[in-house]
Each structure stands twice: as structure tokens, then as C-alpha cells.
């Protein structure tokens, strides 16, 4: 059952080593700004923690992993102000995601557009399904994937990324997203994968902690400047937000 809260629901259960965080909302779990600031400080938290050594993120349901920032806010930004703290949102929650010492593996189990693209990206390792289609839309709507951008192309590179965000209507599918490095395995089904979920992330929990936090530096060296980088590129999108070409855009998507 999916939540029905307007703010989304975030849930977090600590299994031996291992830290299980599912998000969810009704509108095919997006994001409201609620939700992606529970999500950040969350995973801080979680940094801390002396016992976990493994971080499990995964959305709720069996269709879509996460549908990017929640539309009614984005529709409701009015100022460069509300642009720039909207588009905040999904920065810190990368940034935090890059801070975290512990791995962080994420579960795949549908569609996924525009900002969940990003959180997949900000994953240190990633399941998914056959149905995991991904889709950075943001064009179509006048604004452009600039706040995950860095994340997303550190993964897939920039020639997969320009494919992937310059096609804004057009889907890729998961065994695309594996083949650029987005997903690390792909599974007919939902059960298959949860199977191999569960026994990847003990066995993973099972290994030095120290020796995991060392090497999650290493993989994300030369990333320090995205604390300020990200929320630089969030003003810049909350800007564009704003422009008579996107106003226009989302009140046709509206209608």
C-alpha cells in the first residue's frame, strides 16, 4: 500500500548492519521539499550511526521508483527565492548521499524521471528491474537537469548524459542504463531482485566498516565542490523556473 500523505512518508528499519530507508508518495513518489529535507537528514543521521555499515534506499510500491520533485510545488514556485530553495531539495539530498560514510545501495523497481535519475546516480550500487525505464524530461518543461547533472554524468559520462537529456520525451531502458554504469544488475522481476537484494547488502554489511568508508572516499574523490556547485546550479534552474518559456510550458502541462 502506498502512502496517502501529501508530504510523502519516510521510513527507516535497521536490520543487523544494515539500514533500510523507503521513501514514498502518492504522486508515483516524487518529492515534495519535506520530504527530500527528511530524506537528507536522515542519511546524516545515518552517517553516524555506529552499527550500520550499509544504507538500503528504496521507494514504495511496485511501479514507479521515484517520479523527480513533486510538479505542484514546482508549479507553485513564484519567486527566484522559492526557485533556488525548490531546486535545493534534490542537491542536498546528493550532497549528503556523497557525505554519507556508509555505502549506499539502491533499489530499483520502476519508472524513473528527472531528480530520481539522480538519486539512482548518487547510489554507490544499484538494482533494478526490467521495468526500470529512466527519463530526464526537464527540457520538455523550459528548465534543464542541472542540479544532478554532476552526479548523473559521473556515472554515465557526458556523452550518454547529452543522449539521455537532450531526448526529453523519450525513455531509456534499464539494460541502457546498465550499459552506461547507471545500474549495476538488472532482474526480470521484482521478487528476483529483491532475493538477490537482500543477500548482497548482508554480505556487503559483513565486510570491514572501516575499509567500506575508506574506499566510498576514494570512489567519490574530486567531488568536494559539489556542496557549493549543486546549490549554485539549484539557483540557476529556480531561475529558469521562472522564465516566460517555462511558465508557459508547465500551464500547458497543467490544462
Not at 546524516?44 to 520533485?69: M, N, P, W, Y
Not at 557526458?158 to 534499464?174: D, F, G, R
Not at 575508506?214 to 557549493?228: A, C, G, I, Y
Request: net charge neutral; glycine share 8%.
Amino acid at each position: 500500500m502506498g502512502t496517502d500523505r501529501k508530504s510523502g512518508s519516510l521510513y527507516t528499519k535497521i536490520d543487523g548492519k544494515v539500514a533500510i530507508v523507503e521513501f514514498g508518495h502518492p504522486a508515483s513518489n516524487s518529492f515534495t521539499s519535506e520530504l527530500l529535507g527528511r530524506l537528507t537528514a536522515e542519511l546524516d543521521k545515518l552517517s553516524q550511526h555506529s552499527t550500520v555499515s550499509v544504507i538500503l534506499l528504496k521507494s514504495e510500491g511496485d511501479r514507479a521508483f521515484c517520479a523527480g520533485a513533486s510538479f505542484d510545488e514546482l508549479m507553485a514556485v513564484a519567486t527566484l527565492e522559492d526557485g533556488k530553495t525548490f531546486f535545493s531539495g534534490f542537491a542536498n539530498v546528493i550532497n549528503a548521499m556523497r557525505n554519507c560514510s556508509k555505502v549506499i545501495v539502491g533499489r530499483v523497481q520502476g519508472k524513473t524521471v528527472g531528480g530520481g535519475v539522480g538519486l539512482a546516480a548518487a547510489c554507490d550500487y544499484v538494482f533494478a528491474t526490467e521495468a526500470s525505464a529512466i527519463r530526464l524530461s526537464e527540457l520538455s518543461i523550459g528548465i534543464a537537469p542541472l542540479v544532478i547533472a554532476p552526479a548523473v554524468e559521473r556515472k554515465i559520462g557526458v556523452a550518454a548524459i547529452s543522449e539521455l537529456s537532450l531526448a526529453p520525451t523519450e525513455w531509456k531502458n534499464a539494460y541502457w542504463a546498465k550499459e552506461k554504469g547507471l545500474f549495476s544488475k538488472v532482474f526480470d522481476d521484482i521478487n528476483e531482485m529483491d532475493k538477490e537484494l537482500d543477500f548482497f547488502t548482508q554480505k556487503l554489511s559483513e565486510y570491514n566498516p572501516e575499509a567500506l568508508t575508506e574506499l566510498k572516499k576514494v570512489l567519490w574523490r574530486d567531488t568536494s565542490h559539489w556542496d557549493k556547485l549543486l546549490l549554485e546550479r539549484a539557483a540557476l534552474t529556480g531561475k529558469l523556473a521562472l522564465s516566460d518559456f517555462t511558465i508557459k510550458a508547465i500551464s500547458k502541462f497543467k490544462k
